[in-house]
């Protein structure tokens, strides 16, 4: 398997992406008419996001090729594609669509070598999923848990705490994030973490935030009631306590990405030093304060600082005042930093972070997808004081604005 081969051609591949995913899904349609049904064709919008999903997946392996931790990535992946269904046959069958589509997407740039490296990548990316699958099955694990809703909390229009008890036991670590469907939008899967460290009782939260023409996040907000059974997906994610006992940390949540932060801060003891701040568009999105409360109440070390934009100025601002309560903050050089929330936001705070001490590798966040605009250049000292990053907001109105 030659990686600069695999790339250079998936760079071309990369350019004309819109027309290779057509190609590929009606190259697979056409010749396996019996996988249509792994996927959610009765949502044409949703159908669209696929394909940006597609190759955030496969932007994401052409970037770790050479990464120790993507065989880990792989099994994971597996483990997780168990939800489909997916055989060893269907594999086979998508493998054949992308090399099909990926050959004509690339056009004069494709070869006799192209071809055979990405076959090659291909058979061996898939090996290592199918193991992922296996291992898991060999475990008695279920390819995904039904779980009935047990307790909801509404908070505004936009926003639901579900408490779920799993059919079956779920294993998993603070921090770590499962896919979740509604049974009746088949197909449509959509991460969410576990607002919770592992209970005695197997129930967990999720926090969800209903997103513009979101399908299932509008469904959950809006329809969803207690007796409900959901499935839930094979746990997953490293955004996992890693830091000594003795060394400080901060935690840095904005909007529901509470939801792992809180999972974490529920296994610290009472010892920890540790700050946290909680971002949100506007203070009735600070949802959850009894949680923090209680957390207050149980860890006299935790420092807790709520951001939210002055009254009357665009959310965009609680992320300018979090970037200045970081800054007037000392200490960054022995903090671990766990950060949780909106892509963009996570990529601008850790890329500024570094400058005001934290080295890179101490710096927790879950694996994105990418936002299309590379990863910003981490800033020196001079240059962040000098010319503070702007928050820049890709999308400023893809949420709903609470009436
Ligand atoms: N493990 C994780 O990292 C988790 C991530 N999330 C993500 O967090 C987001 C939660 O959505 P909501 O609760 O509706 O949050 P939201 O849209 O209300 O945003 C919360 C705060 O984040 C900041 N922000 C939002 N978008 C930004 C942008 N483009 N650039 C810079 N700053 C921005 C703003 O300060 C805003 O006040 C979703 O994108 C979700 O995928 C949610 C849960 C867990």
Do not use: C
């Not at 409900?228 to 994610?237: E, I, K, Q, S």
């Not at 610290?268 to 701040?277: G, K, M, P, Q, V």
């Not at 506007?282 to 949680?291: I, N, P």
């Amino acid at each position: 398997m030659d990686p600069d081969i695999l790339r250079s051609s998936f760079a071309v591949v990369e350019r004309r992406a819109e027309f290779a995913v057509k190609y590929f899904y009606s190259h697979l349609f056409r010749h396996h008419p019996d996988v249509r049904g792994l996927f959610p064709l009765d949502f044409p919008e949703d159908m669209e996001r696929q394909r940006d999903r597609l190759f955030a997946a496969l932007t994401h392996v052409m970037e770790r090729l050479e990464d120790p931790k993507l065989p880990g990535y792989l099994r994971e992946l597996g483990r997780d594609h168990r939800k489909y269904l997916a055989q060893p046959d269907h594999y086979a069958a998508v493998g054949a669509s992308l090399i099909a589509a990926f050959a004509v997407a690339a056009g004069s740039a494709w070869s006799a070598e192209a071809e055979k490296a990405w076959g090659e990548a291909y058979g061996a990316i898939t090996n290592v999923m199918l193991q992922g699958a296996w291992e898991s099955q060999h475990e008695g694990e279920p390819p995904w848990w039904d779980a009935e809703v047990t307790a909801r909390t509404r908070y505004g229009d936009d926003l639901v705490v579900l408490t779920l008890r799993p059919h079956q036991r779920l294993r998993y670590s603070a921090g770590q994030y499962v896919s979740l469907n509604a049974p009746h939008l088949p197909g449509i899967w959509r991460p969410y973490s576990l607002a919770n460290a592992p209970r005695v009782d197997h129930t967990v939260d999720l926090h969800i935030s209903r997103v513009e023409n979101g399908v299932l996040s509008t469904a959950l907000v809006r329809e969803t009631r207690e007796g409900d059974v959901l499935r839930l997906g094979a746990p997953g994610g490293g955004l996992i306590m890693r830091t000594p006992r003795e060394q400080p940390l901060t935690f840095i949540a904005a909007g529901t990405g509470w939801a792992p932060v809180k999972a974490l801060l529920q296994q610290l003891d009472a010892t920890r030093e540790a700050r946290l701040f909680l971002v949100a568009r506007d203070t009735s999105y600070l949802y959850d304060r009894d949680a923090v409360e209680r957390l207050q109440a149980r860890l006299p070390r935790l420092a807790v600082t709520f951001i939210t934009p002055a009254p009357g100025r665009p959310k965009a601002q609680a992320t300018e005042r979090l970037l200045t309560a970081l800054g007037n903050r000392a200490g960054w050089t022995l903090h671990d930093v766990y950060l949780a929330g909106p892509p963009k936001l996570v990529e601008e705070i850790s890329a500024t972070l570094p400058a005001l001490g934290t080295p890179p590798e101490r710096i927790f966040h879950d694996v994105l997808p990418p936002t299309g605009q590379g990863h910003p250049r981490p800033l020196g000292t001079a240059e962040w004081l000098l010319n503070r990053p702007q928050p820049a907001w890709h999308n400023p109105s893809s949420r709903t604005p609470q009436t």
